[in-house]
């Protein structure tokens, strides 16, 4: 839930940070598909491997850019942009074939889609069934940014 405080204490305690649940998230998932850059940052110093993969094949990178709607799209840049500032790759693809950059198209998360953008992130690439970042958007104004020039 973003308490940073108690996140730093339970790993003063011996709270394993890479440790995934039943569904195969660890807690870097939930901090950056919340928004939490600070709580995301502590976790990072704590030795997690920024391009790791949980389920479903993705990356911290990947949920951030599929953030809950509850998550305010400012915040979410900022774990988006500390993630990628950590070394996180934006062109790794999950099990669909999908980037983040795909992910927040098809979503609908303009903030993600202009961060990843402005960072570089491919929008040529296609997913396993042969759709662009583009193709999954969700509105006339998200194409329009995704087009291949």
Known sequence: MGNEPLVR???????????????????????VGRGYA???????????????????????????????DAAGSSDVADVIALL????????????RGRTALMIAASLGHEKAVDVLLAKGADKGLRDKAGKTAADLATNDELRKKLAIN
């Not at 990628?84 to 099990?95: E, F, K, P, V």
């Open 84 to 95: 990628i500032d950590r070394g996180a790759r934006l062109n790794d693809q999950d099990n």
């Open 9 to 31: 204490l339970l790993l003063d305690k011996g709270a394993d940070p890479k440790t995934a649940d039943a569904t195969g998230k660890a807690p870097i998932c939930y901090a």
């Open 38 to 68: 600070n709580v995301a940052r502590v976790l990072l110093d704590q030795s997690i491997d920024v391009n790791a993969r949980y389920g479903n094949d993705l990356t911290a990178l990947m949920w951030a850019a599929g953030h809950e």
